[in-house]
């Protein structure tokens, strides 16, 4: 008899702890809510406000600056803020296929004589021509956006002197100077201009009855002029 209610002792108190730990969580919400509903008699009412208004502080503080960072690392600007970007507009660049350089390199490969004021040079044939913007049917580029471009060249003569063009957009933006070489010689320019999308951009001669050599190559006795231009920055 004896035997038999300790057992039952024991088996009650398993039970029990079996309970009490089962209850427990519950127990400690039902404590914290009462500590919550009652913080507006004390003083813990004070310290959470000042608890929550530091975290707002900090969390605002903390996003402005994340803003401000990511702003300059996704547009490279200093005064960027990514909160006054277009954002959709923004990926829609980055995640864009990067765009084809833009360059040609030009030559002429017969030479033509006769060659009279405000004619343009046509270049007819091309070492390279990414996207197709310098046209040798007529030797002109038609720039496909606006940048800053470098253009060089090169003229081979045997006549008098006369000065080479660089026109954009039917106005003079460059020259140099051919000079009479009492024989067969060359000269060069280059020059870095603004360029508008669009703009047309050509060589044209300024003398009367000039001489212009051209050549499939320059070995030998043949004498190459060439044209030549590269977007080498855009806005």
């Known amino acids: 008899m004896v ?31 009462a500590e919550l509903t009652t913080l507006h008699k004390g003083r813990n009412l004070t310290s959470m406000e000042e608890r929550l208004s530091y975290l707002e502080k900090t969390i605002v ?55 009279s004021t405000k004619v343009t040079i046509r270049f007819d044939k091309t070492y390279i021509n990414l996207g197709n913007h310098y046209h040798t049917e007529n030797g002109i580029f038609i720039a496909p956006k606006t940048g800053v471009y470098l253009f060089h060249w090169t003229i081979a003569t045997g006549s008098s002197a006369f000065s080479s063009q660089l026109m954009v957009g039917g106005t003079v933006r460059a020259s140099n100077l051919v000079p009479y070489p009492g024989g067969v010689d060359s000269s060069s320019a280059m020059v870095i201009l603004n ?7 050509w060589i044209q001669l300024y003398g009367s009855s000039e001489h212009v050599y051209g ?16 977007l080498v920055h855009t806005p």
């Open 3 to 33: 035997h038999y209610f300790i057992v039952n002792i024991s088996t009650l108190i398993e039970k029990s702890e079996e309970m009490m730990i089962v209850l427990l969580p519950f127990l400690c919400a039902a404590v914290s809510l």
């Open 61 to 115: 503080r903390r996003i402005n600056a994340t803003e401000r960072v990511l702003g300059q690392l996704l547009t490279g600007r200093d005064d960027a803020d990514i909160s006054a970007l277009n954002v959709l507009a923004l990926r829609s660049g980055m995640l864009a296929s990067p765009s084809e350089p833009v360059l040609f390199s030009a030559y002429k490969s017969s030479s033509t004589g006769g060659i």
């Open 195 to 201: 360029i508008s999308e669009e703009d047309h951009v």
């Open 215 to 230: 050549a499939s190559s320059s070995i030998g006795n043949n004498y190459q002029s060439t044209f030549s231009g590269i």
